[in-house]
């Protein structure tokens, strides 16, 4: 569950990051659009896998 936990994060920190890329870096924002949307899917991918995993699992948000 720990080696779960870190790569959740480091795929939601990605995701962060492509999304920040994306939205923010000017020349990344016109000539690749569609990344800061990469970077929402793979945040909201992850964090949906993860809701749907610890439910199924039954394992508690606040352990």
């Known amino acids: ?6 790569v959740e994060s480091i795929l939601i ?5 492509l999304f920040g890329a994306g939205s923010q870096v ?3 924002k016109d ?3 569609w990344l800061q949307y990469v ?3 793979i ?3 992850t ?3 993860d809701a749907i995993y610890r439910i199924v ?3 508690s948000f606040f352990k």
């Open 31 to 33: 000539s690749l659009p």
């Open 1 to 6: 569950m720990r080696t779960l936990n870190l």
């Open 57 to 59: 699992a039954k394992k």
């Open 26 to 28: 000017v020349t990344i």
């Open 13 to 17: 920190v990605f995701g962060l990051i």
């Open 47 to 49: 964090g949906l896998g």
């Open 43 to 45: 945040v909201f991918v």
């Open 39 to 41: 970077g929402l899917g």
